[in-house]
């Protein structure tokens, strides 16, 4: 998607490994958010950034930590993988007020085995 | 908390058919209704979107019906396309919360020619 991109697509990592997903944005929105997809929950927000080292807990965020040292880009790190944390992990950018509308990355697909 | 109530979860449609889908939400605050279209292994797309001081908003083939009252609003997809044929998200979000979405728990549209 243009402006923002996702790092890895695609990773495949073992139980209580360490994992890092990147999202990278050129638009030099505010708000980046990391949400995660499910079959049958939607997506669900994990963890959201409203600047540069300011970053907040969404209604799934255990197990997740975050870091966002740069505008453009915004880590998402597993710190222990778990079976459940097998899913399609997107990352969004946001202008905020007035243009909420958010811009989607293309998803990493992570498995955990 | 599921503050987003989306349905039906799947819906078929012939080809130049109506499609509806309904969503409701729980939070009174919310002022900012989007829809959001995802093909397979892509990224969520805004569609159209609407602000609770209006109860219709028209784009193209796709419009938004908002009743505030009920806490209730959907998608009316007019002459529906086998190109239509895609996931649909509603969501919703508070302006002084970022902009944070929360997501209904999508819709699986198909389109029969």
């Known amino acids: 998607d243009a402006g923002i991109t996702q790092s890895p697509r695609h990773k495949v990592t073992e139980t209580g490994t360490p994992v890092t997903l990147r999202c990278h944005q050129t638009?030099?929105?505010?708000?980046m958010y990391w949400y995660r997809q499910d079959p049958g929950h939607g997506l669900r927000l994990i963890h959201y950034?409203?600047?540069?080292?300011?970053?907040d807990k969404g209604e799934v965020s255990d197990g997740y930590s975050v870091s966002r040292s740069k505008t453009e880009d915004f880590l998402l790190t597993l710190e222990s993988a778990t079976s459940s944390q097998t899913s399609v992990y997107f990352c969004a950018i946001s202008q905020g007020w007035p243009n909420y509308g958010y811009t989607f990355g293309s998803g990493t697909r992570l498995t955990v085995v | 908390q599921q503050q987003v109530k989306q349905s039906p979860q799947s819906l078929i449609v012939q080809k130049g058919g109506i499609s509806i889908i309904n969503c409701a939400y729980e939070n009174t605050a919310f002022d900012y209704f989007p829809w959001y279209q995802q093909f397979p292994g892509k990224g969520p797309a805004l569609l159209i979107a609407?602000?609770?001081?209006?109860s219709e908003k028209k784009e193209g083939r796709f419009t938004i019906s908002f009743n505030k009252s009920a806490k209730q609003f959907s998608l009316h997809i007019m002459d529906s396309q086998p190109g239509d044929s895609a996931t649909y998200f509603c969501?919703?979000?508070?302006?002084?919360?970022?902009?944070?979405?929360?997501f209904g728990q999508g819709t699986e549209l198909s389109v029969k020619p």
């Open positions: 609407i602000r609770p001081d209006v």
């Open positions: 969501a919703a979000s508070r302006g002084n919360q970022g902009g944070k979405l929360i």
């Open positions: 638009e030099n929105h505010r708000y």
């Open positions: 950034s409203y600047g540069v080292k300011d970053t």
